[in-house]
């Protein structure tokens, strides 16, 4: 087993939306990879939206998926080249969405696939932002993942942030109420 499938395998926890999460707010990857996941009840606008869009308009554009990390990637192969797609409804978290994507790279490589790029399509702004991964990419998830399993394993969530994104977050009422 090599040293980046041995530190998956220590990390199961560690999925790519609590990766995203980080980028976001601590207390909600806390309350995500606790369980606590609001973002699976039906009725959030912003799910649904998401949920939407997706399949919609990308499944016409992707031809591949790929399940793992008890989430489905979306890519496109040439040759032995594969190229990652992720579809998001908004830009205002893109680095999150860039280190998302990245995270599934970096899994993708730990499985011995060859891929060090990929897309995050914006349909509703009718944009994409290309991701090219490198090996300080590799070094900056290792330390990430570690620091994301410290936080994790906390027995109290991090403090709650005062963000104006808190009011669109699905767990504004857990925080705020
Ligand atoms: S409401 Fe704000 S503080 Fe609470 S989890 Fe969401 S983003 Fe974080």
Known sequence: MSNIESNLNA??????????YYYICHRKMWLFAKGLNQENISGNP?????????????????????EFDRVKIDFIKFGDQVYVHE?????????????????????????????SAGVIHYPA??????????????????QVSSEIQRIINQ????????????YRCAYFDFCFS
């Open 11 to 20: 990390r199961m926890n560690v999925t790519g939306v609590v990766f995203s």
């Open 46 to 66: 912003d799910v649904v939206k998401g949920e939407l869009l997706h399949e919609s308009r990308f499944k016409r554009q992707v031809n591949k998926e790929l």
């Open 87 to 115: 579809i998001k409804k908004s830009k205002k978290f893109e680095e999150a969405h860039i280190w998302q994507l990245k995270y599934y790279i970096y899994n993708l490589r730990a499985r011995g696939i060859n891929c």
């Open 125 to 142: 702004s009718m944009r994409k932002v290309d991701v090219q991964y490198t090996q300080e990419d590799e070094a900056m998830i290792e």
């Open 155 to 166: 027995n109290k969530p991090p403090k709650r942030l005062s963000k104006k994104f808190c």
